[in-house]
């Protein structure tokens, strides 16, 4: 869990978490674009990415250390 391997694939999971929850704000506020408030959304999105980098933890530590759910991912 604590390997540089381990962190990369977390990372890479909190970096797409943030875009989707940035990209879903943004297009919700598309009919009326004067009014996004890019703080709230930088925001909502760290929370996001926070989130994912939990969830990661949580669950490599109780699966087999990999950031993955299933077993689906080997990392090297």
């Known amino acids: 869990m604590w390997s540089r391997v381990f962190w990369k694939a977390a990372a890479e999971r909190a970096i797409s978490t943030a875009a989707q929850f940035a990209l879903t704000l943004m297009g ?35 699966s087999d250390g990999t950031p993955s759910i299933g077993s689906f991912e080997k990392l090297k």
Do not use: C, H, M, P
């Open 28 to 62: 919700t506020e598309i009919v009326n674009y004067t009014s996004l408030d890019y703080r709230e959304i930088a925001t909502i999105s760290l929370i996001g990415a926070v989130t994912s980098v939990l969830k990661s933890l949580v669950v490599a530590g109780a």
